[in-house]
């Protein structure tokens, strides 16, 4: 099974609201990335925390990491219609020498 | 930087024809990486290099499968011969700092074999 799998798989929301995305890991990692992709588009990085942060911010993303839960949230506010894409989680085990990547969350952001 | 440049971004062809795709990525990125996504399995790792040499062909699916980096701007994925369980998007991605760190990825190609 996939090392990251996120939560919930689909997830519709109105402008201006809030948005939050889970992803949970089964093994150690060394960091943790969150990519977004648009609809018959390649991934784009969104921000990258590692496994001695808790916390970080980039813009409207806010992304936590508790390695004890082995879980991540990606937390996008004041949502927008051009959010609307699928969003994933990425990890670098420490065991491995390769990123992995989640199933994704479908986040649809209505006008 | 025009980022990561893929052809064909579409690809309609039979089964059992020769299919290649082609990758360019951003200049100075040393680490190359070929993805397949499809509904069923996600986004899969199929191999990647660094500094033009494979270091991990695991994922490739089998030996119809084949990847080559002659140089630092230019990677093909060739499949031979095609089957309709290919059909998939292929993505490139490269990086400049390692095969754990940020990747780029291209628009993808989007394969359908019939």
């Known amino acids: 099974s996939q090392q990251g799998e996120e939560d919930p798989q689909a997830l519709s929301i109105q402008e201006g609201e809030n948005a939050t995305m889970n992803c949970s890991y089964k093994t150690s990692i060394n960091n943790l990335q969150w990519y977004r992709q648009n609809s018959g588009r390649g991934l784009v990085h969104l921000i990258l925390i590692r496994s001695n942060e808790r916390e970080k911010h980039s813009g409207r993303l806010r992304v936590t990491l508790d390695t004890s839960k082995k879980s991540s949230s990606l937390l996008i506010t004041a949502s927008r219609a051009a959010d609307t894409a699928s969003y994933f989680c990425a990890t670098d085990q420490t065991s491995g020498s390769r990123l992995t990547f989640g199933e994704g969350t479908q986040l649809t952001v209505n006008p | 930087d025009a980022g990561v440049i893929q052809s064909p971004r579409h690809e309609v062809t039979e089964m059992g024809q020769e299919v290649t795709l082609r990758c360019k990525p951003i200049s100075g990125h040393d680490y190359l990486f070929w993805y397949r996504q499809t509904m069923m399995r996600g986004l899969e790792l199929l191999i990647y290099?660094?500094?033009?040499?494979?270091?991990?062909d695991s994922g490739m699916p089998e030996d119809r499968f084949s990847a080559k980096m002659p140089n630092a701007s230019f990677s093909t994925l060739k499949i031979q011969p095609s089957e309709p369980r290919d059909s998939a998007v292929y993505f490139c991605?490269?990086?400049?700092?390692?095969?754990?760190?940020?990747?780029?990825f291209g628009p993808g190609t989007r394969l359908t074999v019939l």
């Open positions: 290099f660094n500094n033009n040499v494979p270091i991990d």
């Open positions: 991605a490269s990086s400049g700092t390692g095969v754990t760190d940020t990747q780029y």
